[in-house]
């Protein structure tokens, strides 16, 4: 009579944990650089959304003025469009509302949006609108919130600063 016992044999479970291990050498960088991917598209979003905002706030607000000349700009803080949908972001960390804004300037006789979105890991720094996309999306330092007449070297040419709307009241 053959005694047989069940089981695995050592050689056979270490087949299958070098197998387990290169499926995840494969699948985690895989995973790691789609959730970044995804949390750089929804921060563009949130960018494309505080445009879209800021269009919509100073077509209400006639108090807002606008550049009166090419190359002049209005620059309009998150915090003064108050926007209460925009406030966590995607690393767990607060949008700086006083840093983050929108630029608008006038060029050819149209005005020309740009946003500049702050997070707590990431930003987009004065991004034209319609162009903005997750490669837009860095960690590296934005361009500073500006006052009254400096300037900002933009695609389009150098605009000046002539209205800044702050911290709202």
Do not use: C, W
Request: net charge negative; hydrophobic share 40%; proline share 4%.
């Amino acid at each position: 009579m053959i005694n047989k016992r069940g089981g695995f044999t050592l050689i056979e479970l270490l087949g299958v944990i070098v197998i387990l291990a290169l499926i995840s050498l494969i699948a985690i960088p895989n995973t790691v650089a789609f959730i970044e991917g995804k949390k750089k598209e929804t921060f563009a979003g949130t960018a494309e959304m505080m445009l879209a905002k800021a269009k919509v706030f100073v077509t209400e607000n006639t108090e807002i003025v606008l550049p009166a000349n090419d190359l002049d700009a209005t620059l309009i803080t998150l915090a003064h469009l108050r926007i209460n949908s925009i406030t966590k972001d995607v690393d767990g960390g607060y949008y700086d509302r006083d840093n983050s804004y929108v630029l608008i300037t006038k060029i050819n006789d149209e005005l020309v949006y740009y946003v500049t979105l702050v997070g707590s890991e990431r930003n987009v720094s004065l991004v034209r609108d319609g162009e903005i996309t997750s490669d837009k999306v860095t960690s590296s330092p934005p361009e500073p919130l500006k006052t009254i007449d400096e300037t900002y070297t933009l695609d389009d040419g150098v605009v000046t600063v002539k209205n800044v709307y702050p911290v709202s009241e």
